[in-house]
């Protein structure tokens, strides 16, 4: 599976939200991600990545009480270098715990633990699943948009990313807005910011 998706900064996050509240109904949800990598680098020197994700999702559209979800997720390096598109495989885990002491004993080492406050909605557009998220990291300024679908293969990614440029069209977002800026090097440059 490839992850094609778009990343944009938003510069009208009400805007923004209002358009999605018209397709969908959003979830909140907080990411607690740690990503792994070998202690010599190798993973993101290679742009590939291996992360931790705890999802806490308050009550979603039929009213129940929200959930404590984890994924593990290995993702490969970039297909398209203009949008990052990545192979993506992913699990869900039953203990986070377990998860992390696992990857730690294979000689991974926690790289970056950040948190981001989401808003995520799941809809159809152009024909497609789409998952559309917007997120505030509490170290970074601003608001972010993502959208996302998954293709089978490479060849179908073109046609995606297509899709969902015509979505951020949709929702209000510039193409200029559209970056390929990564939350983990942002978040560790904003650390080592004097």
Known sequence: MIEAELKARVRTPEEAAR????????RIETYQDTYYDRPDGTLRASDEELRVRTVHSSAGPDHRSGDLRTLLTFKGPAVDEASGSKPEYETRV?????????????????????????????????????????VRVPELDG??????????????????LDDLRALLTDLGID???????????????????P
């Open 175 to 193: 193409a200029r807005d559209v970056t390929r800026e990564l939350y983990t090097e942002a978040v560790a440059a904003a650390r080592h910011t």
């Open 19 to 26: 358009r999605l509240d018209e397709r969908a109904e959003g």
């Open 143 to 160: 608001t972010f948009l993502e959208v996302e679908t998954l293709v089978l293969e490479e060849s179908a990614l073109p046609a995606a």
């Open 94 to 134: 039953a203990d986070s715990q377990a998860t992390h002491a696992i990857l730690q004993h294979l000689g991974y080492v926690p790289a970056i633990v950040f948190e981001k406050r989401c808003r995520t909605y799941v809809f159809e557009a152009y024909g497609r699943p789409v998952h559309a998220t917007l």
